[in-house]
């Protein structure tokens, strides 16, 4: 039942910034932990950052770190990534996807293994040189 929406993907020169905006109907977020991921050409999927149930707790991909940052507006039901000084191996689609998790302080393990309750359907991202 719980439904997501990305939206803020599209095209940027290297060195800009992207707002990703992940929206949820259908249910409140409270007791989900929400992360981002992304595949990228020649590549797996990668776990690109998460934010517990609380928003107090969050984890990075350690090459991320410093570039984007994840934060959640409860009143919204929506979920950002913040994505600033882009490159071109940024360049991908980028997924949102909710895991339930009753523990308000943790989120970590959503980007390594599900189950997940919900997927966003993934949204186009690209880093021109």
């Given amino acids: 039942q719980l439904q997501l929406v990305e ?6 020169q290297a060195g800009g910034s992207l707002r990703l905006s992940c929206a949820a109907s259908g ?6 932990a929400i992360g981002w991921f992304r595949r990228t050409p020649g ?3 990668e776990g690109v950052s998460c934010i517990s ?3 107090t707790v969050t984890a990075y991909a350690p090459s991320l770190k410093g570039r984007f940052t994840i934060s959640r507006d409860y009143s919204k039901r929506t979920v950002y990534l913040q994505m600033n000084s ?3 191996d940024d360049t991908g689609a980028y ?9 308000p ?3 970590a393990a959503l980007l390594q293994k599900g189950p997940y309750d919900a997927w966003g359907q993934g949204i186009p ?3 021109s040189s």
């Fill in 105 to 107: 302080y943790k989120c």
């Fill in 43 to 45: 590549k797996t999927r």
């Fill in 53 to 55: 149930g609380s928003g």
């Fill in 86 to 88: 882009l490159n071109p």
């Fill in 27 to 32: 249910s409140t977020l409270d007791n989900y």
């Fill in 7 to 12: 939206s803020g993907g599209g095209l940027v």
């Fill in 125 to 127: 991202v690209t880093v």
């Fill in 95 to 103: 997924y949102c996807a909710a895991q339930w998790n009753p523990d």
